[in-house]
């Protein structure tokens, strides 16, 4: 069975500072890996993914993650915050094996960006 | 280019009623998948729709059941409505069944059992 783990409810930053959200997985066989984001009332956006290859994966909004494979972790990380940052993260996981998507997330962070 | 788009956005249901809700995909994706969202909880797979066929299915009863169309559009019908099952209940679409890329969300449908 595959699982994530993001253990921080909510992460508080101040404007300008770097930020890290942190999700760690576990899944059989090298793992799809992804960040979304939602704001309130509304679906989640696709942030970024690794799949294979560079470690470190850049994404959207400046947005960029580390895979760690022997920390089974994918770390969420941004060198300045942005008030408008502030939501609802979720790291997901997904077997890469399998005929279908079966995505798994975790309970998501709350990300508060402090002026 | 068309994103995904639900419906209806909010309904509310009394226990032991049934409920219909809908999913048109993005544009070009012919596998549609469906995720309920309680609060303060990550989404949870409930199924996913391939070529009008369920190909995989999460750890939900056969009461929560589907369709998908020819044109990829789908529908989530949830039977005998406990209380447990109010939610966001979420619509994904994507290019392939089984591909790696990422899923395109609607922005749900809000449903209340009462």
């Known amino acids: 069975a595959q699982s994530v783990a993001q253990p921080e409810d909510q992460v508080n930053v101040a404007e300008g500072n770097p930020l890290t959200v942190k999700c760690t997985y576990s899944v059989s066989g090298n793992p799809y890996l992804f960040w979304y984001v939602q704001y309130p009332n509304r679906g989640l956006q696709f942030l970024l993914k690794?799949?294979?290859?560079?470690?470190l994966v850049k994404g959207s909004y400046g947005f960029e993650a580390e895979f760690n494979k022997s920390q089974t972790s994918f770390h969420l990380k941004k060198p300045s915050a942005l008030v408008s940052d502030s939501a609802l993260y979720f790291c997901?996981?997904?077997?890469?094996?399998?005929?279908?998507?079966?995505?798994?997330f975790g309970t998501g962070t709350k990300l508060q960006v402090i002026p | 280019e068309t994103g995904v788009t639900q419906s209806p956005t909010h309904l509310i249901k009394t226990r032991g009623q049934q409920v219909t809700l809908r999913c048109s995909s993005q544009?070009?994706?012919?596998?549609v998948s469906w995720y309920q969202q309680a609060l303060g909880q990550g989404p949870q797979f409930i199924f996913q729709y391939y070529r009008e066929e369920e190909n995989g299915r999460g750890n939900f009863p056969p009461r929560f059941s589907g369709l998908q169309f020819p044109n990829y559009s789908s529908e989530l019908n949830v039977n005998a409505l406990e209380l447990d099952d109010s939610a966001l209940y979420l619509c994904?679409?994507?290019?392939?069944?089984?591909?790696?890329?990422?899923?395109?969300f609607g922005e749900g449908s809000r449903l209340t059992v009462l």
């Open positions: 994904a679409s994507s290019l392939d069944r089984s591909n790696t890329g990422e899923l395109f």
């Open positions: 544009s070009g994706h012919n596998t």
């Open positions: 997901a996981v997904r077997a890469p094996s399998g005929g279908y998507q079966k995505v798994t």
């Open positions: 690794y799949i294979t290859g560079d470690n």
